[in-house]
Nanobody, 124 residues
Framework: QVQLVEFGGGLVQAGDSLRLSCAAS????????MGWFRQAPGKEREFVAA????????YYADSVKGRFTISRDNAKNTVYLQMNSLKPEDTAVYLC?????????????????WGQGTQVTVSS
C-alpha cells in the first residue's frame, strides 16, 4: 500500500501563487507516475497534471498549461504542483494520485492510490 498526503492548500487572491505538496509513504519502492486532479463543488473530478516516475515527462490539462508546473523529488518521495496566476475557477479540492505507468494519464480509473485532498480557494 502507498499512502498519499497533500499539503499546501489555502485561500489566496486571484493572481497569487500557491505550491501544493504530496508526500508518499508506505510501499513506495518501485516506479510510480504521479498525477494531480481537482474537484470543484458540483463538478466532476478533472485531470490537472501528471509526471512520470523519473520526472522526465510531464503532462498538463489545457486549462492550466503555462500556469501550473508539476515536479517531483524522488529522494523525498514528494510531488509538487506549483500554481501561478491563480484564477477563481481554479478553486477546488486538489488530490494527488499514484499509478505504475503513464499511459492515458488523464484517466482517473487507472490510478491505484489517492490522497484525501487539500482545499484551494481563489477569491476574485
Amino acid at each position: 500500500q502507498v499512502q498519499l498526503v497533500e499539503f499546501g492548500g489555502g485561500l489566496v487572491q486571484a493572481g497569487d501563487s500557491l505550491r501544493l505538496s504530496c508526500a508518499a509513504s508506505g510501499r513506495t519502492r518501485g516506479s510510480y507516475a504521479m498525477g494531480w486532479f481537482r474537484q470543484a463543488p458540483g463538478k466532476e473530478r478533472e485531470f490537472v497534471a501528471a509526471i512520470s516516475s523519473s520526472g522526465s515527462s510531464t503532462y498538463y490539462a489545457d486549462s492550466v498549461k503555462g500556469r501550473f508546473t508539476i515536479s517531483r523529488d524522488n529522494a523525498k518521495n514528494t510531488v509538487y504542483l506549483q500554481m501561478n496566476s491563480l484564477k477563481p475557477e481554479d478553486t477546488a479540492v486538489y488530490l494527488c494520485a499514484a499509478r505504475r505507468s503513464v499511459v492515458d494519464v488523464t484517466r482517473q480509473d487507472l490510478y491505484d492510490y489517492w490522497g484525501q485532498g487539500t482545499q484551494v480557494t481563489v477569491s476574485s
